[in-house]
T-cell receptor
């Protein structure tokens, strides 16, 4: 079956630095991924998505990179701010069945 | 997201009790989901419903049941609660008519089973 995982459970970065959160997937047929941000006490919120016809997609201060060859995607946050502190999930949204979520990476921003 | 609401937000119950968690949405979405979140395990799907007449088991449906009373309402029941069902429960919705079928999550229900 599908699995979506993250390389590191926790990540600490200095305020102002860039953050990179990684995610690996196992299904080579997967073609659509979503990144979610979950702040303490709240439900996950959509950040950015990417389809397999793209290698890179940019949003506001966030960039997602997709490497289909090694089945890996990453979320890059530029100029990380204290408000970016949260748990970040990648999700495989490829199939007709609901999302397959990774376990999450907790990002802590050091002021 | 205020468009997806869950009640109660917190619940303490005892082993063997039947409890119901409720989810309501004003987004007009056909699809609704129930997830469970445990520390270190991420979000795991319990049940999902693609419309009022449709109910599907997710990854961890044992010990749970659901009811889709209307497009806007999807409730989750624990028939006989046990301590390892202590977790954070999230309801979510999505609209299959959109190209990016993003799920919108409620604020969560924190459940403690003693």
């Amino acid at each position: 079956g599908e699995s979506v995982g993250l390389h590191l459970p926790t990540l600490s970065v200095q305020e102002g630095d860039n953050s990179i959160i990684n995610c690996a997937y196992s299904n080579s047929a997967s073609d659509y991924f979503i990144w979610y941000k979950q702040e303490s006490g709240k439900g996950p919120q959509f950040i950015i998505d990417i389809r397999s016809n793209m290698d890179k997609r940019q949003g506001q201060r966030v960039t997602v990179l997709l490497n289909k060859t090694v089945k890996h995607l990453s979320l890059q946050i530029a100029a990380t701010q204290p408000g970016d502190s949260a748990v970040y999930f990648c999700a495989d949204a490829s199939g007709n069945t609901p999302l397959v979520f990774g376990k999450g990476t907790r990002l802590s921003v050091i002021a | 997201d205020a468009d997806v609401t869950q009640t109660p937000r917190n619940r303490i119950t005892k082993t063997g009790k039947r409890i119901m968690l409720e989810c309501s949405q004003t987004k007009g979405h056909d699809r609704m989901y129930w997830y469970r979140q445990d520390p270190g395990l991420g979000l795991r799907l319990i049940y999902y419903s693609f419309d009022v007449k449709d109910i599907n088991k997710g990854e961890i449906s044992d010990g749970y049941s659901v009811s889709r009373q209307a497009q806007a309402k999807f409730s989750l029941s624990l028939e006989s609660a046990i301590p390892n069902q202590t977790a954070l429960y999230f309801c979510a919705t999505s609209d299959p008519r959109t190209a990016e079928e993003t799920q919108y999550f409620g604020p969560g229900t924190r459940l403690l089973v003693l």
